[in-house]
């Protein structure tokens, strides 16, 4: 990924919220509400500790006290007025009926709490939607996020899928969502808000005194230097941990799916060796990123700690020599310490733990930059019907990153309704010429065409629902059975299904079973046998009603008896459709209208059983030693 700016990666990361942008209007409408009665009440500092100092105030004054100058030490500061309160004393003037109202609400304990206690509604209203509405859109943009990785993930390729570790996929939109979230936590909650605090808080310690809010702002450079230098550690290491996570992830994912493996060969302490040797790893990692992120914290709090004393000891100073007031200084302390020192924090420490969930997110932007090899050209057509047959033209196939082609110059005619066989040798590259028409890959060489269009110019979409694909290995979701069936045509009706289920043999028991088709067939099928998780499979092709058919191994590891069953269904099948069958079993196919045999990626002889025999050639080899190995 390009090493993209600090900016532009949390843009990207608030791109996400676009469609919530009216939720985010409002809590950032709420926000400033919030700040501004936060502020309101903070001012009202001043006023009660002068007059406590002053002896003025009581629980009900009901002396007036002048409209303007409401200050009890304008004698002790007659003489050292700064430039800022007598804009402070000229604006109030010209704008007397805020001097006025703020005479009112300041006039006694009593009116000062009335005043709070009216703002005490405010804060709640703005305070409970603003968080609710910042957190609406934080957990909408992780589900908007992870929605999209799906998006541009399930169109990708075979290829695609087949290059990346699961464990790795499955972490990015776990782990590395998550820690994205808390990103968005921190935008939302702090970027947005925080800065608002800080603004409202100087304003109030200007107000208050801005001898003292000058010296303040030096303080923030320095905290932000160290945040800075560390931030890219952080995200650095963040980056690191995430990737060993992922590692982790995968490695518990492959022990939990071959775990009945695991156990034959008793590979458990091995296999706890290896897990535990990844988690040191994430661990070391993790924790170069924690003694990163301390090191900024307590770096922060040393340079406050120092701060907070040189404020003392001049705040101290400048109310000694009749500069301010308490009240002043007290109203300063609090709009520093409360909202600009909080905010600072808050914000260094943002920045920092930004950094670590942009190190998350960009491994998950990462999958957004992966481009799929496999799309409709832009004049793709729609297959209505398939009229001639499935033709192959010169094609020579090598799988990504090698060299050697798998596919070598394959020129092979498939006429609508035939049904063909391919034979031959492990490796020989039978499976991958199946996995051609499906368009998994595209020929490196050459082309494929159905009724002379190619198969790059036919949309996807159009061209897989004229296919069903029976596999050696069948996949079955962990739901019921009757969605596993539907799982061929989503619109189907019961009777479609329990029709379908018949012509694969399987409907008689399914009916024995206690939940009959609301059985669920647990992880991957494990509640069902080998066979017949093949006819739940044989079903699901029926109900499809694809008119081509590629059945890879579909039969090769049953026994006897399933190996009929599956046999007979896969005739139902078989009717009157355009079949490609990859077989090892060569029992099983000698009817087949055409046999190919392939060798080392080409195909070197064709023609049926009886003149393949005929011929004796490499068919006939592998037909007799199919045969002696049956017999003895
Ligand atoms: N996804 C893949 N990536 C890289 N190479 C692959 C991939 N799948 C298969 N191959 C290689 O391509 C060659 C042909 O494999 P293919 O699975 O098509 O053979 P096959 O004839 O179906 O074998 P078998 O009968 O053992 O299933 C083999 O050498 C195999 O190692």
Known sequence: MKNTSFLSECGKLLSFAKPYWRQMAIAIGCMVLYTAANGIQISLIKPVI???????????????????????????????????????????????????????????????????????????????????????????????????????LLPQPLSFFENRKSGDLLSRLTNDVAVTQAGLKVLFDEVLFLPMQLICGLVLAFYFSWKLSLFSLIIFPVVFIPAVLIGKKIKRHGKGSLRHLSELTDAFREIFAGIRIVKSFRMEDEERREIHFIGERFLRRT??????????????????????????????????????????????????????????????????????????????????????????????????KIEEGIFFNNVSFSYEGKKEHVLKNICLNIQKGEVIAIVGESGAGKSTLVNLISRFYDPTEGSIAIDGIDLRRIKRESLLSHMALVTQQTFLFNRSLYENILYGRRDATMEEIQHAAKAANIHEFILSLPETYDTIVGEMGVKLSGGQRQRIAIARAILKNASILLLDEATSSLDYESEKLVQDALNNLIAGKTTIIVAHRLSTIQHCDRIIVMKQGQIVETGSHASLIHDDGEYKRVYQLHSNALHT
Request: net charge positive; charged share 20%.
């Open 50 to 152: 002068d007059k406590l100092v002053s002896g003025e105030l009581t629980t009900a004054t009901t002396t007036a006290l002048p409209a303007i100058d409401i200050d009890p030490q304008t004698d002790l500061k007659k003489n050292t007025r700064s430039p800022l309160s007598e804009f402070k004393k000229n604006t109030l003037n010209k704008f007397s009926f805020i001097g006025k109202l703020r005479e009112r609400m300041t006039r006694s304990f009593t009116s000062i709490g009335i005043v709070i206690a009216i703002l005490a509604p405010v804060i709640f209203f703005t305070s409970y939607f603003q968080q609710y509405y910042r957190n609406f859109v934080r957990w909408a943009v992780v589900v908007n996020i992870r929605n999209k990785v799906c998006d541009h």
């Open 287 to 384: 924790l170069k990123m924690v003694k990163a992120k301390s090191l900024n914290s307590s770096t922060n709090e040393f340079i406050y700690a120092v701060g907070l004393a040189a404020m003392v000891i001049l705040g101290g100073y400048v109310v000694m020599s009749h500069q301010i007031t308490p009240g002043e200084l007290g109203g300063f302390i609090t709009a520093i310490g409360f909202m600009v020192i909080t905010s600072v924090k808050k914000i260094a420490k943002s920045y920092t733990g930004l950094q670590e969930s942009l190190a998350g997110a960009n491994r998950v932007f990462e999958l957004f930059n992966i481009e799929s090899n496999i799309k409709d050209s832009p004049d793709a057509v729609t297959l209505e």
